[in-house]
């Protein structure tokens, strides 16, 4: 079902397409959008145990495309610095593709959108988090996307390097 990595010398192993995802801190989510056309929107995340959370507002462009085609696929960019010298680019980047659904059962939702909360503010009051999560509660929409296939790729210069 999924492409094999042209130049697979340049693959990332599984762990480390994970651990970078794990450390990210956005990425651009597609979906098939109004009319066949692709549609792709920068997002905050959390990665955790094969799955991506999400959140957003109820209604919209990105949840319409969804309810009509849960396959998705999305992208974080680890590492991406320009070598004028060498007239490359060192980049690393990883691609998840999965399927989205939308939680809905309360206790779910509510420890999945915790654990955003908590990633993007690790070390702030939890009384701080539970009334920000109370705050926004009624608008709020909470997306899972189960990932199905997972590639990373690096620039060549940066073969046999760590991935940080």
């Known amino acids: 079902m999924f492409r094999p990595m042209r130049r697979a010398r340049q693959a990332l192993p ?10 990210g801190t956005s990425g651009v989510l597609a979906v098939l959008g109004d009319e066949g056309y ?8 959390h990665y955790e145990a094969g799955r991506i959370i999400f959140h957003c507002a109820r209604q919209g462009h990105k949840l319409d495309a969804i309810r009509r085609c849960p ?15 060498k007239y ?6 990883v691609i998840a593709f999965g399927t989205l659904r939308e939680l809905t059962d309360e206790a779910e939702k509510r420890a999945a959108v915790e654990a955003l909360g908590r990633k993007y503010a690790p070390h702030g009051p939890e009384a701080a988090l539970q009334a920000e999560i109370d705050r926004e509660w009624p608008g709020l929409c ?3 996307m189960t990932v199905l296939h997972l590639t990373g790729k690096q620039g060549r210069e940066l073969v046999g390097r760590p991935a940080e």
């Open 14 to 23: 599984e762990s480390v397409c994970a651990r970078i995802l794990a450390r």
């Open 38 to 45: 692709p549609y792709a929107v920068p997002l905050s995340y």
């Open 71 to 85: 396959r998705a696929s999305f992208c974080v960019i680890d590492q991406d610095r320009v070598a004028p010298e």
């Open 88 to 93: 490359t680019t060192l980049y690393r980047s």
């Open 142 to 144: 909470v997306l899972e």
